[in-house]
Nanobody, 123 residues
Framework: QVQLVESGGGLVQAGGSLRLSCAAS????????MAWFRQAPGTEREFTAA???????YYTHYAKGRFTITRDNAENTAYLQMNSLEVEDTAIYYC?????????????????WGRGTQITVSS
């Protein structure tokens, strides 16, 4: 079992930056692929980025060049650095973990989820 807690969300102006953190507790953090998904009101939850246990990063099209996913296995924490934020990035961001070594974009591949953190980008 892994428990995930997100932090770092909030209100930011368009063009600004935020860094999300996902603190994990429970079984060995280093054995999981970690990912971030987001869900805007009235939409499906969608993949944002993932980092495998071997450190390979994967990004969806809207995250490439703006977002960076990293992990610190010593701190049991995954991060999502988000730059050049746009109003369209407004959503609840969820951290997820999977016992794989591949950054799947399918939410069904992730066994563990945090409760999410709200990001609101104003124009």
């Amino acid at each position: 079992q892994v428990q995930l807690v997100e932090s770092g969300g909030g209100l930011v102006q368009a063009g600004g930056s935020l860094r999300l953190s996902c603190a994990a507790s429970g079984r060995a953090f280093s054995s999981y692929t970690m990912a971030w998904f987001r869900q805007a009101p009235g939409t499906e939850r969608e993949f944002t980025a993932a980092i495998s246990r071997s450190g390979t990063a994967y990004y969806t099209h809207y995250a490439k060049g703006r977002f960076t996913i990293t992990r610190d296995n010593a701190e049991n924490t995954a991060y999502l650095q988000m730059n050049s934020l746009e109003v369209e990035d407004t959503a609840i961001y969820y951290c997820a973990a999977a016992e794989t070594d591949y950054g799947s974009s399918a939410s069904s591949d992730y066994e563990y989820w945090g409760r999410g953190t709200q990001i609101t980008v104003s124009s």
